[in-house]
């Protein structure tokens, strides 16, 4: 008897964990994320930036409170702010994501800020964002590290 008492306990056990791991999450399973880069450092440069369109795909508004990384020491939400005349990098507290709107991250705005880099980081390389909401869940994004294009090999489209 005693022996099926504790399968019971355990079963109540499992049923617990994945019911709070379903709690847990939340804001996240409602987020989709696309097109998530990380934008390649030049060597020794001590800082680079993540970047992708976030979908709240919810009902209900959600914010990214901080994003998280394996690679640099800092991790921060940034945006960039024109000051008189000037474009500077400034964190953010949160970026907000409406209702079945989205938030993009894109060089020049928004971004996520990765700071004091461990090691040089390579084209190809994959980077795993974990990316906290204000409902306590989150979601981990693969970021994969990509080379800048320079601006003179953009596409131009010439009329004539």
Known sequence: MKECNSM??????????????????????????????????????????????IKNNGDKDIKVLK?????SKVTELHTHLNEGGV??????????????????LKPGGLHVMMIDLKAPMKEGDVVPITLSFDDG??????AKVVRPMPAASMPMEHKH
């Open 87 to 104: 474009m500077k990098m400034r964190p953010v507290p949160a970026i907000d994501i409406k209702a079945k709107g989205e938030a993009v």
């Open 8 to 53: 019971k306990q355990l079963s109540l056990l499992a049923a617990g964990l994945i019911f709070s791991a379903g709690a847990l999450a939340g804001a996240a399973d409602n987020v989709s994320v696309q097109d998530p880069y990380v934008r390649l450092a030049p060597p020794n440069a001590p800082a680079t930036g993540a970047f992708m369109v």
């Open 137 to 142: 869940s989150s979601k981990v994004v693969e």
């Open 67 to 71: 994003a998280d990384n394996p690679v």
